[in-house]
Structure formats: structure tokens, C-alpha cells
């Protein structure tokens, strides 16, 4: 009945469409050197920024005095206004790279954009310019404290190397110019930046040499007191290796902007201080050489964190590959070792494995995340790793199915006519389900149809099961299933779209498995079109600039990124197409939001409202069904911006700092791509 997600992400536009791989030659990639930071404060640079909203300046860098601060272009760079522009930005080293937020002021009146994160060392966003701009603010981090932040250039692109660019992905180009052509201008705004902003991971030798950047000790300034920092210890298993391996790793140790570092080979005796910061190495790893002083930062800015993991690179060459991953999953950490060992950890915790000089490096990090609390884990999202040697992640399989016993489950199915729909979705509901404790509550907003009448007649004179609850009004989603959820007898609801159809059988046993958990909230399926791609496998924080449904668009098969398409995981929502949540939890929170998100973005909001509550979502892709993608509301993907503008200005509003910044996803990945692409 209702879908979120298409026509807001893909405006005009109703399908994912395939990029075009592109590339920078051979001959430029080895030509190319890092990055040189210029100077920040000459007053003529119209890239110069300064101090506009909550943060000061002072000779150190950049103080921010709340969440949000923001900075201002000293002057407009000039003909950009209007036309495309190419920003090159960066942060600190030692500064988490976090999305900025850009904002284009029209008198009093705003429009904003989410940047990619400079994980690199350096960020680089096309876009366009509104024409109408008075004023370019931009907001780089989202919490207090100093931080470091340079605008390298603004520049014009030109209409032909905007064209060449967007040509990439013809489908968002050809609706970004028809729309502009016809007058619907947030239409056409929005599909320039779908067109500008993903590359294929294939790019990635090309794209990064744009992006890192030398190391400038005036600008990549430690946060903390080195002197007084803790020692990082590398413990390096050298069995079997050969010496130039054990070589490269001690040179890459050596090479440390943090100087109180040791090495040690595991054969060795280890002299290991409560106090250490401990690596596992294999020989032949490498780290960046601003690595070890990225761990230390973070730790100090994390006291509560007793494993830090970081991203990595592998292959060589055109081979080349950044391993972005997640924010902390434990869920997907149970099913597939996405971390491996490129983790830093306390010293305290070897206490807890007295075994830790006979586990291998990968096998020593597994077993400490897997024994971690809740909120000792995070992520130093920066590929600072190149690891000589990967085990494969991928775990025993894990039937994830709940035999715990038989707690009632009531689903919601929210209708209006549509038998066609209607039809297939209670037929496969009532007659495949093999769970034996569930009602099934059917909200008739006012069906007018005889069919639709003498369908729910029939059913529920032959299925006690089902019963139905006429409603009356305009349709509004979040109402219908809040009303759906007060009839409940159930201890957990289930709300489940008209146009879904059940794959597995035990589907519901395979949400209760995670959504009995007493830190879990919302728990949802992964969905198929009806010919077989994948349409929901989560929920994506600021994808098209709000949300959308990341990992959509292919083959039921396909792994996805970090095989989180085939593993269940930890995500920032589900959509209510199919939505598992303990009654008692939803009550909590006050259901679903009928007055503000009546129809889109309330399947969202609940799980960001049950996050703020403590209780996570998963999705549990072991679990199939079948959606026919807002059939129901006759192709939501062809709508106009405008439809829905209240319900995402609503939204944006109450959960801008999470929307820019989705703990689940990596800010060096594209939130215009559907599935795992550069921005």
C-alpha cells in the first residue's frame, strides 16, 4: 500500500540505473602525487571560510561549539552561481571524517546537500549551484570540540565536462534535463545529483589518487598530549614469513608520525603494559603512516571504547579496492567476520584471553569483538590498513529461526480496494504461513468495490484467523496501522503491506528470532520485485538526501556490500512494507507519527524513535517476501517532489544530525548509488 522510499530518491526517474565505468589513464595515475595543502588564509581566496554559526577560530584551527557548526565562503567564487561547480575540501587526519553538509542561502530562504566524507585525507563534490544564491555555508563536523577544516578550491565546471561527467548514468542526465526543460526544478536538481554522485568501485585507483593528500603537521594537529599518550604495541606474527615481509611491516612501524611505538613478533617475549594499545599484525601488513596516531586519537575521544577497528585496502594497481565498512554490527559480525584484523584494542583485554599467544592475529580480534559489551566497539572509518593476507569472512551457516516457544503475533494489513493485490498478499499470508499463533487484522479504509467485500466475507467466514477493521478518511498510513495495532491481541505486531506476498514460510519465525531480543526494536524482511531483484535489504540514512533502499536493484543472489544482501545486519530502519516490533516497544514510543508523517518517512522515524529508546533494527535478508513496490498507490516513483514535501521537511527536520551521517553505512561511500559505488 504505501513505499517511501522511490519517488523522493529517484524523483522523475523510477528505476536504478547502471553506470558507466570511466577512468583516468595509466600514464596520469602514476604521475599522480598527493595532494599539497596551500595556504588557508589569504584574503583574496574566495575558497577562504570563516567562522559563521556556533565555532570560533584561533591559531590552532576550528573550535565547534555544538553539533552543528558552520563556516561561510569569505566571498562566492565567481560564475558558479547557476551552473556546476567542483568543491575540494578537507579535514584533519585525525578529525573523524564526517559527511559536511553544504548550504545554499537565497535571501532567507536555504537549500542544503550531504558531501561526501574526506576519508581519503581529501573530499571532492560536483553539483550544482542554485542560481538565486547569496551566500555557501558549509558545516564539517557534527560535534563539539576542535577540529581542522580546509576548502582547497571552488571551481566552475564547465557544460560540456558537466555533460561528460553526468553522462555516466544517461538515464538521471536525460531526466535531469528533461525536467529542467519543463519547469520542475527540484526534480532536476535532484537528478543532477544522482547523475554526479556515485563512480564504480572500478575507479578507485583514479578516484583516490584525486583525493589523498601529503601529511601537513600544521594542519593534521594530534587533539591530545602525545607525550603522554599510550605506546602502541604491534604484535607481528612472523611464522612463515619471509624476512622482506618482516621488514616492510617494522619500516611501516618506523614511519609513524606517533613516535612511542613498539615491535614485537609474537614468538617473542612481550613486555605489554595495561595501559598499551595493542595491533595483531601479520608480516607484510602496512599501515599509513598517520595510523597509529589516528588510533590514538580515537581512543582518547572514545574513553568508553575498548576495540577500535579501521578500514583497509587491498590488491595492487589497477586491483586496487578500499574495504569501507560499517559502524559496529553485531548482528552481521555473528554471520560474517567483516572486521578481520584490522583492529586496535586495549592491553587490558588480553587478560580476558589467556590464549592469546597461540591465536593467529584474525582469530585473536574475532574472538574479543565477538565477547565485547554494547558501546566498547567503534570504527575509525579510514583506510589505514594494507593487510598482506585476508582469512575468508564468511562464518558456518546460521539458520536464524525462533523455537523459543509460541508468543501471539497479530498482522496488520492496511487496504483500500485493489483486489488484485488484496487477493495473492492474504492468500499466501494465511496459506503459507506455518506459524500457529497469529491473527491477521485487515484496516478497510473505505473499499468501495463488491469484490473487495465479498473477499473479506468469504475469508473470514472460513478463517477465524482474520478479521476486519473498517476505517474511514483519507488514507494515512501511520493512523490505519496505529489503529490496527490498538485491536491487537498480539504481543508483537507485524505491519505488512496489500501488496506483499509470502516466500518463506517460517518468515515469522525468522523475525521473532531477532525481534524478541530485548535490545531490539523493528525487524524487517528482505523484499523481491516480483521478477526477482532485490528492493529492500535496509534502509539508508541520506540516500537522495533524506533516505532510500540501499542494496536494491540486484539479484536475489548477490552478496552485496560486506554480503550484508544475504546476512542479517544491524540498519538504521526497515521499511513498514513488512515490519516486526514488540507491542509493548511500539506503545513506548507512541506509534507510528499520523500527524506529521501520515503517508511517507513514518516506517523510518518509528525505528529512529525506537533507536533514540536504546532498541536497534535489523534486517533479516533470510526472510523473503515478495513486494510489488507500492502497486497500490499507482507508481509512487513517478511523483513530484512537491507531493510530499511537509512529510521529508517534517523529517529532515527532527533527524538531520542522523540523516547526514548513518551510523550503519561509511561516509566514503555514494548515497546516490544503490549499491556499493564511490561518491
Same mark, same amino acid.
Given at each position: 500500500?504505501?513505499?517511501?522510499?522511490?519517488?523522493?530518491?529517484?524523483?522523475?526517474?523510477?528505476?536504478?540505473?547502471?553506470?558507466?565505468?570511466?577512468?583516468?589513464?595509466?600514464?596520469?595515475?602514476?604521475?599522480?602525487?598527493?595532494?599539497?595543502?596551500?595556504?588557508?588564509?589569504?584574503? /583574496?581566496?574566495?575558497?577562504?571560510?570563516? *567562522?559563521?554559526?556556533?565555532?570560533?577560530?584561533?591559531?590552532?584551527? =576550528?573550535?565547534?561549539?555544538?553539533?552543528?557548526?558552520?563556516?561561510?565562503?569569505?566571498?562566492?567564487?565567481?560564475?558558479?552561481?547557476?551552473?556546476?561547480?567542483?568543491?575540494?575540501?578537507?579535514?584533519?587526519?585525525?578529525?573523524?571524517?564526517?559527511?559536511?553538509?553544504?548550504?545554499?542561502?537565497?535571501?532567507?530562504?536555504?537549500?542544503?546537500?550531504?558531501?561526501?566524507?574526506?576519508?581519503?585525507?581529501?573530499?571532492?563534490?560536483?553539483?550544482?549551484?542554485?542560481?538565486?544564491?547569496?551566500?555557501?555555508? +558549509?558545516?564539517?563536523?557534527?560535534?563539539?570540540?576542535?577540529?581542522?577544516?580546509?576548502?582547497?578550491?571552488?571551481?566552475?565546471?564547465?557544460?560540456?565536462?558537466?555533460?561528460?561527467?553526468?553522462?555516466?548514468?544517461?538515464?538521471?542526465?536525460?531526466?535531469?534535463?528533461?525536467?529542467?526543460?519543463?519547469?520542475?526544478?527540484?526534480?532536476?536538481?535532484?537528478?543532477?545529483?544522482?547523475?554526479?554522485?556515485?563512480?564504480?568501485?572500478?575507479?578507485?585507483?583514479?578516484?583516490?589518487?584525486?583525493?589523498?593528500?601529503? =601529511?601537513?603537521?600544521?594542519?593534521?594537529?594530534?587533539?591530545?598530549?602525545?607525550?603522554?599518550?599510550?605506546?602502541?604495541?604491534?604484535?607481528?606474527?612472523?611464522?612463515?614469513?619471509?624476512?622482506?615481509?618482516?621488514?616492510?611491516?617494522?619500516?611501516?612501524?618506523?614511519?609513524?608520525?606517533?613516535?612511542?611505538?613498539?615491535?614485537?613478533?609474537?614468538?617473542?617475549?612481550?613486555?605489554?603494559?595495561?595501559?598499551?594499545?595493542?595491533?595483531?599484525?601479520?608480516?607484510?601488513?602496512?599501515?599509513?603512516?598517520?595510523?597509529?596516531?589516528?588510533?590514538?586519537?580515537?581512543?582518547?575521544?572514545?574513553?568508553?571504547?575498548?576495540?577500535?577497528?579501521?578500514?583497509?585496502?587491498?590488491?595492487?594497481?589497477?586491483?586496487?579496492?578500499?574495504?569501507?565498512?560499517?559502524?559496529?554490527?553485531?548482528?552481521? %559480525?555473528?554471520?560474517?567476520?567483516?572486521?578481520?584484523?584490522?583492529?586496535?584494542?586495549?592491553?587490558?583485554?588480553?587478560?580476558?584471553?589467556?590464549?592469546?599467544?597461540?591465536?593467529?592475529?584474525?582469530?585473536?580480534?574475532?574472538?574479543?569483538? /565477538?565477547?565485547?559489551?554494547?558501546?566498547?566497539? !567503534?570504527?575509525?572509518?579510514?583506510? +589505514?590498513?594494507?593487510?598482506?593476507?585476508?582469512?575468508?569472512?564468511?562464518?558456518?551457516?546460521?539458520?536464524?529461526?525462533?523455537?523459543?516457544?509460541?508468543?501471539?503475533?497479530?498482522?496488520?494489513?492496511?487496504?483500500?480496494?485493489?483486489?488484485?493485490?488484496?487477493?495473492?498478499?492474504?492468500?499466501?499470508?494465511?496459506?503459507?504461513?506455518?506459524?500457529?499463533?497469529?491473527?491477521?487484522?485487515?484496516?478497510?479504509?473505505?473499499?468501495?468495490?463488491?469484490?473487495?467485500?465479498?473477499?473479506?466475507?468469504?475469508?473470514?467466514?472460513?478463517?477465524?484467523?482474520?478479521?476486519?477493521?473498517?476505517?474511514? !478518511?483519507?488514507?494515512?498510513?501511520?493512523?490505519?496501522?496505529?489503529?490496527?495495532?490498538?485491536?491487537?491481541?498480539?504481543?508483537?505486531?507485524?505491519?505488512?503491506?496489500?501488496?506483499?506476498?509470502?516466500?518463506?514460510?517460517?518468515?515469522?519465525?525468522?523475525?521473532?528470532?531477532?525481534?524478541?531480543?530485548?535490545?531490539?526494536?523493528?525487524?524487517?524482511?528482505?523484499?523481491?520485485?516480483?521478477?526477482?531483484?532485490?528492493? %529492500?535489504?535496509?534502509?539508508?540514512?541520506?540516500?537522495?538526501?533524506? *533516505?532510500? #533502499?540501499?542494496?536494491?536493484?540486484?539479484?536475489?543472489?548477490?552478496?552485496?556490500?560486506?554480503?550484508?544482501?544475504?546476512?542479517?545486519?544491524?540498519?538504521?530502519?526497515?521499511?513498514?512494507?513488512?515490519?516486526?516490533?514488540?507491542?509493548?516497544?511500539?506503545?513506548?514510543? !507512541?506509534?507510528?507519527?499520523?500527524?506529521?508523517?501520515?503517508?511517507?518517512?513514518?516506517?523510518?522515524?518509528?525505528?529512529?524513535?525506537?533507536?533514540?529508546?536504546?532498541?536497534?533494527?535489523?534486517?533479516?535478508?533470510?526472510?523473503?517476501?515478495?513486494?510489488?513496490?507500492?502497486?497500490?498507490?499507482?507508481?509512487?516513483?513517478?511523483?513530484?517532489?512537491?507531493?510530499?514535501?511537509?512529510?521529508?521537511?517534517?523529517?529532515?527536520?527532527?533527524?538531520?544530525?542522523?540523516?547526514?551521517?548513518?551510523? #550503519?553505512?561509511?561516509?566514503?561511500?555514494?548515497?546516490?548509488?544503490?549499491?556499493?559505488?564511490?561518491?
Amino acid at each position: 500500500m504505501r513505499h517511501f522510499g522511490d519517488h523522493y530518491q529517484n524523483a522523475i526517474a523510477p528505476d536504478a540505473d547502471r553506470r558507466r565505468p570511466y577512468s583516468i589513464s595509466r600514464a596520469r595515475m602514476r604521475q599522480a602525487e598527493p595532494l599539497k595543502l596551500p595556504p588557508s588564509d589569504a584574503a /583574496s581566496d574566495p575558497a577562504t571560510l570563516e *567562522a559563521a554559526r556556533d565555532v570560533r577560530r584561533d591559531e590552532a584551527g =576550528f573550535f565547534a561549539l555544538s553539533q552543528e557548526p558552520w563556516l561561510r565562503f569569505r566571498a562566492l567564487p565567481g560564475a558558479i552561481c547557476g551552473g556546476v561547480v567542483e568543491l575540494r575540501y578537507a579535514a584533519s587526519f585525525y578529525d573523524d571524517p564526517v559527511r559536511p553538509i553544504l548550504r545554499f542561502w537565497r535571501g532567507e530562504d536555504f537549500k542544503e546537500t550531504i558531501l561526501p566524507g574526506p576519508c581519503e585525507g581529501a573530499g571532492v563534490w560536483v553539483g550544482r549551484v542554485p542560481r538565486e544564491t547569496t551566500e555557501i555555508w +558549509i558545516s564539517p563536523t557534527n560535534r563539539p570540540g576542535p577540529f581542522n577544516f580546509r576548502l582547497l578550491s571552488a571551481r566552475p565546471v564547465s557544460r560540456f565536462d558537466a555533460l561528460r561527467r553526468a553522462a555516466a548514468a544517461p538515464k538521471r542526465l536525460f531526466f535531469a534535463l528533461s525536467a529542467g526543460m519543463v519547469g520542475l526544478t527540484e526534480e532536476a536538481e535532484l537528478n543532477w545529483r544522482w547523475a554526479f554522485g556515485a563512480a564504480p568501485m572500478s575507479a578507485y585507483p583514479s578516484w583516490r589518487a584525486a583525493r589523498i593528500r601529503e =601529511f601537513d603537521p600544521a594542519f593534521d594537529r594530534p587533539r591530545t598530549d602525545w607525550t603522554n599518550g599510550p605506546r602502541v604495541v604491534a604484535l607481528v606474527d612472523e611464522r612463515g614469513a619471509a624476512p622482506q615481509d618482516i621488514e616492510s611491516t617494522r619500516a611501516s612501524l618506523a614511519a609513524q608520525t606517533y613516535a612511542n611505538c613498539a615491535f614485537f613478533t609474537k614468538a617473542g617475549d612481550a613486555p605489554i603494559d595495561a595501559q598499551d594499545l595493542v595491533l595483531p599484525l601479520v608480516a607484510g601488513d602496512r599501515l599509513e603512516p598517520y595510523a597509529c596516531g589516528c588510533l590514538v586519537e580515537h581512543f582518547a575521544r572514545h574513553p568508553q571504547h575498548a576495540i577500535a577497528y579501521a578500514d583497509e585496502t587491498v590488491g595492487e594497481g589497477d586491483a586496487l579496492r578500499p574495504l569501507y565498512k560499517p559502524g559496529w554490527s553485531a548482528t552481521l %559480525h555473528g554471520f560474517e567476520n567483516y572486521v578481520g584484523r584490522a583492529a586496535c584494542f586495549r592491553a587490558r583485554l588480553l587478560a580476558e584471553r589467556p590464549d592469546w599467544r597461540e591465536a593467529n592475529a584474525d582469530e585473536l580480534i574475532d574472538g574479543l569483538l /565477538s565477547a565485547a559489551r554494547p558501546g566498547e566497539i !567503534g570504527a575509525l572509518r579510514r583506510p +589505514i590498513f594494507r593487510l598482506a593476507r585476508t582469512v575468508e569472512p564468511r562464518r558456518t551457516a546460521i539458520n536464524a529461526v525462533f523455537r523459543g516457544g509460541t508468543p501471539a503475533v497479530t498482522v496488520v494489513v492496511p487496504t483500500r480496494d485493489r483486489v488484485d493485490l488484496l487477493a495473492p498478499c492474504l492468500d499466501s499470508l494465511l496459506g503459507r504461513t506455518l506459524y500457529p499463533q497469529f491473527e491477521v487484522v485487515v484496516v478497510d479504509n473505505d473499499s468501495v468495490e463488491p469484490r473487495t467485500q465479498a473477499l473479506l466475507g468469504t475469508l473470514q467466514a472460513k478463517d477465524v484467523r482474520l478479521k476486519v477493521l473498517p476505517t474511514r !478518511g483519507p488514507f494515512n498510513f501511520s493512523g490505519l496501522s496505529n489503529a490496527g495495532a490498538r485491536t491487537a491481541r498480539g504481543d508483537f505486531l507485524v505491519f505488512l503491506n496489500n501488496d506483499t506476498e509470502i516466500v518463506t514460510p517460517d518468515w515469522i519465525e525468522r523475525l521473532l528470532y531477532f525481534a524478541i531480543a530485548p535490545d531490539v526494536g523493528a525487524v524487517g524482511a528482505k523484499l523481491l520485485y516480483p521478477r526477482g531483484l532485490v528492493q %529492500h535489504a535496509g534502509v539508508l540514512l541520506g540516500m537522495g538526501g533524506v *533516505a532510500g #533502499h540501499f542494496g536494491a536493484g540486484v539479484s536475489a543472489s548477490d552478496r552485496g556490500w560486506m554480503d550484508r544482501n544475504v546476512s542479517p545486519h544491524e540498519v538504521s530502519a526497515v521499511t513498514g512494507a513488512c515490519m516486526m516490533i514488540e507491542r509493548r516497544k511500539f506503545n513506548a514510543v !507512541g506509534g507510528f507519527d499520523e500527524v506529521d508523517l501520515p503517508v511517507e518517512l513514518n516506517d523510518v522515524d518509528l525505528c529512529l524513535r525506537l533507536a533514540a529508546r536504546g532498541w536497534r533494527s535489523i534486517c533479516n535478508t533470510q526472510t523473503l517476501l515478495i513486494h510489488r513496490q507500492s502497486a497500490s498507490r499507482k507508481g509512487s516513483a513517478l511523483r513530484l517532489q512537491r507531493v510530499y514535501e511537509k512529510e521529508r521537511c517534517a523529517f529532515f527536520a527532527r533527524w538531520r544530525a542522523v540523516v547526514r551521517d548513518d551510523p #550503519h553505512f561509511h561516509p566514503g561511500l555514494s548515497l546516490y548509488a544503490s549499491t556499493e559505488a564511490l561518491p
